[in-house]
């Protein structure tokens, strides 16, 4: 047993080499089109109530930290271990208690688990979040994950009635990148067929551009 614990005592990751472990830093947007990004994003959730945010592919946490710094408590879900990880690590050097890293796939999220699957909820059935983010994670449930637009509206409604998402059109290079390597059947994903998509579940309160770059910051809420 004490061998053991020294084994994993000694062992070490450096959190790196996965597939959106730089995301943050490696974007299809220059310092101009950050800045405006995080002001909207400020603005918006200052918009918002309540309590709790989930930001949905938070990857390092750069937005979490706005959502935290307005006051909110912030679940904050990605895919990429090696994302999860480093922003886990910046937490506790900086003593941070109000946002909690966890590594998620929200095309397959966590079912409900133990007797009757009772024990542990699933991620659907521990929502509403009071808030949600969804930044630069909509091309990748769409195109990465073939899933239906209307059927993004519909899941990302059962997880909040305040959502604050990013549409990443087709000629951002993050989705050029996407669809590089499968055929384009896509033919809705637009800024018309996002809204389209989006207007049975959710109403628009604010639609504003980011600066500097052809994406669009929306704050929805749930009908």
């Not at 990465?144 to 000629?171: C, K, M, S, W």
């Amino acid at each position: 047993m004490i061998s053991l614990r020294d084994t994993i005592g000694g062992l070490s990751w450096e959190p790196s080499g996965t597939e959106w472990a730089d995301y943050d830093t490696n974007t299809s947007y220059g310092a101009d089109a950050t800045a405006s990004k995080e002001r909207l994003v400020a603005d918006l959730v200052a918009q918002t109530s309540g309590e709790t945010v989930w930001d949905l592919g938070a990857n390092t946490g750069r937005f979490s930290r706005i959502a935290a710094a307005a006051g909110r408590s912030v679940v904050a879900f990605d895919i990429d271990p090696a994302a999860v990880e480093r922003n886990y690590r910046a937490l506790r050097a900086e003593g941070r208690e109000d946002i909690l890293p966890l590594v998620m796939d929200l095309a397959d999220p966590s079912p409900g688990l133990g007797w009757a699957h009772a024990e542990r909820a699933s991620l659907t059935d521990r929502a509403p979040a009071d808030t949600a983010l969804a930044l630069a994670l909509i091309h990748h449930l769409a195109i990465g994950r073939n899933i239906p637009l209307p059927a993004i509206a519909e899941q990302l409604a059962r997880f909040t009635p305040q959502l604050i998402i990013e549409f990443v059109p087709r000629d951002d290079p993050m989705v050029r990148q996407l669809l590089a390597t499968r055929e384009d059947v896509f033919a809705d994903y637009t800024p018309d067929g996002f809204r389209a998509a989006f207007a049975p579940v959710f109403e628009t309160v604010v639609e504003a551009p980011v600066e500097g770059s052809s994406r669009t910051l929306t704050l929805f809420r749930r009908r």
